[in-house]
């Protein structure tokens, strides 16, 4: 049955893009291969992957997400939405989430949020990259345009942590439970970041995903 599944699974979302005009995949499967899904939007899965229990939902055209080598998703839920925006998940990261607390993930207005490699997420997490809505100066003019989030490799990211759009991340930092992330700590490696809004409060460490 799961064969026929992926077999079929990408001939039937071209259909149903180009009468509703957006792409909904609901993953619950192992699955890998470039997948185009109509008006220029690609899903790149690559080797060794496992998706359970994720929602990619796309809304516009030029879109992507690509998910790397030996990544294991459990409920992630994905909106990439206008056009040209991207996701991109490096080989290696897992999510640890679920239909009740999903881990989501959104990239909008042709930007991009690109997560390293090796990164471990929990479950209840945010990542947005736009306010999705407009705030105008007295000129009329819009001042909050959506930015490009990255985290680096090896980065930790706790439980209900909220990362929002111009966020930087360096590699191996951990980000505790409960921390909103809103600005640049690309140049701060091998620190944890906590609070809200977040801020380094411990420098000169790392994390490993085995209980030592």
Known sequence: MKSIIKRYLFKILPIYNRFFGRNIIPLKYRLFGRKKLGHGNFLDIQSNVILKNCNIKIIGQN?????????KLIGAKFLIMGNDSKIIINSGTTINASNTQPTVINAIEGKSIVIGKDCM????????NSDYHTILNSESLRINDA???????????????ILLKGT??????IIASNTLVNKNFEKEENVLIAGIPGRVVRKN???CRQLI
Do not use: A, P, Y
């Open 205 to 207: 460490i790392n994390w």
């Open 168 to 173: 930087k991340v360096g590699d191996n930092t």
């Open 147 to 161: 930015e490009d989030i990255v985290v680096g490799n090896h980065v930790w990211i706790g439980f209900r942590s």
């Open 63 to 71: 879109c992507k997400l690509f998910i790397g080598d030996g990544c």
């Open 121 to 128: 997420l929990s479950n209840n997490i945010e990542i947005h």
